[in-house]
Every structure is written in C-alpha cells, then in structure tokens.
T-cell receptor
Framework: SAVISQKPSRDICQRGTSLTIQCQVDSQVTMMFWYRQQPGQSLTLIATANQGSEATYESGFVIDKFPISRPNLTFSTLTVSNMSPEDSSIYLC????????????FGQGTRLTVV | DAKTTQPNSMESNEEEPVHLPCNHSTISGTDYIHWYRQLPSQGPEYVIHGLTSNVNNRMASLAIAEDRKSSTLILHRATLRDAAVYYCILTEEDSSYKLIFGSGTRLLVRP
C-alpha cells in the first residue's frame, strides 16, 4: 500500500503569512487530493492535483488562496496563503494506489493553527 | 453527488457485533458505496466497498439493500481499536478516489 509522508505535522502561524505543506508518496501515483478538516468537522475536498496539469478546485476553494504544485508523480505541495484564524484546520493529502484500487490512502495530516 | 445519511453516534460493547447504517436513497445505478473510518488523530482509512452484492473482508462486512437505497457496515466483534468516525461515501466508478465526506457516525466502544 502507498505510504504517505506529510510535512510539517503541525505548525502555529501568524495571520497574514503563508504555509506550504508537503506530501510525499513512496510510489508513483496519478492522482493526489488535498482535504481540509476543520475542528470537530468532517473532511472537505479542496482540490485534485494531477501531474502535468493545473489542479482542479472544488466549489469554495480558489487557487489564489490554496495554490498547489504537482511537479512529479510522487510529490505535491499545498500552500495556505494569507492565513487567518479561520484557516486553522487539519490539512490532509490523499492518493490512489493502482494496486489496491479503489482504496484511497491518506497522510496523517498537518495540524495548522493560525494566531 | 448523491447524499448519504448516517446517525451521528452509536455505542457498542467490546466483542459484540456492530451494525452501522447508511441511507442513500438518491443513489444512481453506477454509484459505488464506500466505507472509510477515521481513528483519533489519524487520516481516514479504507474499510470496504461494494456496488450491489454483499461484501466481506478481514475488517468488516457490507450488506447492501436490494434496492440499494441503504447499506449497513457490520463489524463482527467490536474492539476498543474500532472506536472511530465511520463514513459512508458514494462515488462514481471513474472517480472512486475523489471522496465527498458526510458527517459520519462516531462509534464508541465500551470495554
């Protein structure tokens, strides 16, 4: 099964700053997904990131706020820009594993607190 | 995306079976039913999925109603480690990795 490493695992940031979250997978995957989980809530899909193309954002999420990079088949970054306290959440990346279809694998998440 | 409805919470005793229900009355003929669970402080993990027939794996069983408007995740012997939020999710065949999470059911397991 795919093993996902997310960095940082947690961070406390000042409002108005930006944080870039990294997602590294131990195998090549076509699709990577970014989710947000606000405190006490369920997960919400932010965007789908395919290698070689622009990310596809879900309703309510925009590229200027959550720019995503996908430089190769094992790595992606999500940036949370111009942060406010409302951005305090857990951010998770997810990937598919063709050998275990249709099972999706999730990272442990990045716990972000904006003060 | 078709919507699912689950109870907010359920309780079970350790080593007893647990039946977690999910209603999906607007499911389409090609929607798959997936179950994921999220243990405390972890990302979600896959449990089981099915289309029309009941399914069994080492973690659980999935019972799908004949009209497919509801399904039930069955944990045969709950352990303390099974305490988690369980999510029932519908996906289209070609986007099974793009998961739209509902509110899920929080399962409490009593020792």
């Amino acid at each position: 099964s795919a093993v996902i490493s997310q960095k940082p695992s947690r961070d406390i940031c000042q409002r108005g700053t930006s944080l870039t979250i990294q997602c590294q997978v131990d195998s090549q995957v076509t699709m990577m997904f970014w989710y947000r989980q606000q405190p006490g809530q369920s997960l919400t899909l932010i965007a789908t990131a395919n290698q070689g193309s622009e990310a596809t954002y879900e309703s309510g999420f925009v590229i200027d706020k959550f720019p995503i990079s996908r430089p190769n088949l094992t790595f992606s970054t999500l940036t949370v820009s111009n942060m406010s306290p409302e951005d305090s959440s857990i951010y998770l990346c997810s990937v598919e594993d063709n050998h275990r279809a249709p099972e999706a694998f999730f990272g442990q998440g990045t716990r972000l607190t904006v003060v | 995306d078709a919507k699912t409805t689950q109870p907010n919470s359920m309780e079970s005793n350790e080593e007893e079976p647990v039946h977690l229900p999910c209603n999906h009355s607007t499911i389409s003929g090609t929607d798959y039913i997936h179950w994921y669970r999220q243990l405390p402080s972890q990302g979600p993990e896959y449990v089981i999925h099915g289309l029309t027939s009941n399914v069994n794996n080492r973690m659980a069983s999935l019972a799908i109603a004949e009209d497919r408007k509801s399904s039930t995740l069955i944990l045969h012997r709950a352990t303390l480690r099974d305490a988690a939020v369980y999510y029932c999710i519908l996906t289209e065949e070609d986007s099974s990795y793009k998961l739209i999470f509902g509110s899920g059911t929080r399962l409490l397991v009593r020792p």
